[in-house]
């Protein structure tokens, strides 16, 4: 069985530096607590699935959420985001309310699909937040398509598309490589590479496993970031989207991180040692950010205990709140199959 062991931490000069844990109205404090709120409602949605209140697939990102939190804090609200099946986390980091998630998941109207579309299908169109998508790297040529018009409108906005190791194998991410390079368009590729595709290891799917190398090929700017660290990411997404926005191209971040839960809740987790997610659980993103800012005394043990009291009165605000809505209707379950006529006459 392969060993896979984490990155060496981050070590930014002062050159390079992002914003860090002195500065006022301490973003990196903002930071910690939504990957605690992210963390809680993942830790929630497993409780959930157990007691089968949530049914069909469910993909956790607990140890991943610095991604999440250091990608949407750095785009504009006109930004797109295209996301993989795996995006809880990106969605309420993008500002979608944990009570739409839930009744989605519990397949009820007020969720963001109406319900129809469950863990998997997670979509905004007022946050510009496209998916959530079943398909491995089945939102890269969505995402392309995105950049592709707002090129063409002139739109000073990019996507970020979002996507895993395993869609490096896909022909959608090289055919879109290509045409992004190609055509110059505002798209930054977002690799969560987190070892594994499904329960197969990176060494086992690539040949080379240097994810960013092999997007450089298509002649765009590429490169590796730590991503168990929110600071890191942040500052590797500030760099990359003001590239692409300038009209410098596309961009790959390939962001190295960890899954700390099985695949899904349906995998039997039987292809890691116990040792290899033990070791990158010390690398976990939220003792590692709580620990940096209590060291400069910009948190304190009174501020956790007030956010987690403050997140845990959320979370079951919004079960509440999914649970009590209505289901849609089975009359209804034929729409949006087909456009319909438009009020317009």
């Not at 998630?101 to 109207?109: D, I, P, R, T």
């Not at 040529?141 to 190791?165: E, H, K, S």
Request: hydrophobic share 40%; proline share 4%; glycine share 8%.
């Amino acid at each position: 069985m392969t060993t896979l062991l984490p990155p060496a931490a981050s070590n930014y000069t002062d050159g390079d530096a992002p914003a860090g844990i002195n500065a006022g109205n301490d973003p990196m404090a903002r930071a910690l607590r939504e990957m605690m709120r992210i963390r809680r409602f993942e830790e929630t949605c497993v409780e959930l699935y157990s007691a089968s209140r949530i049914r069909g697939f469910l993909h956790l990102c607990i140890g991943e959420e610095a991604i999440a939190v250091g990608l949407m804090g750095c785009l504009t609200k006109q930004d797109a985001v295209v996301s993989t099946y795996r995006e809880h986390g990106h969605a309420i980091a993008r500002g979608m309310p944990m009570a739409v998630v839930l009744a989605e998941m519990f397949g009820k109207q007020t969720g963001c699909s109406r319900g129809r579309g469950g863990s998997m299908h997670l979509f905004d169109k007022d946050l510009r937040f496209y998916g959530g998508n079943a398909i491995v790297g089945g939102g890269l040529p969505v995402a392309a398509g995105l950049a592709l018009a707002d090129r063409m409108r002139g739109d000073n906005r990019i996507t970020a598309c979002i996507f895993g190791d395993g869609a490096l194998a896909e022909g959608e991410f090289h055919e879109v490589a290509n045409l992004a390079a190609l055509w110059n368009l505002p798209v930054l590729f977002c690799c969560e590479n987190n070892q594994y595709a499904m329960g197969t290891a990176l060494a086992r799917e690539h040949a080379n496993t240097d994810l960013a190398l092999r997007a450089a090929s298509y002649s765009m700017v590429a490169w590796a970031v730590d991503g168990m660290d929110a600071d890191a990411v942040a500052a590797a997404v500030r760099r990359a989207s003001d590239l692409v926005r300038n009209g410098g191209g596309p961009c790959f971040l390939e962001m190295r991180t960890y899954r700390f839960r099985a695949h899904s809740m349906y995998d039997p987790d039987l292809y890691r040692d116990k040792p290899e997610i033990e070791e990158w659980k010390k690398r976990d993103p939220i003792p590692a950010l709580s620990d940096r800012l209590r060291s400069s005394g910009a948190l304190d043990d009174a501020t956790v205990q007030k956010w987690e009291k403050e997140i845990a009165a959320e979370i079951a605000t919004a079960v509440a709140t999914a649970e009590a809505a209505a289901p849609e209707s089975v009359t209804d379950l034929t729409r949006f199959v087909y456009s319909e006529p438009s009020d317009r006459s």
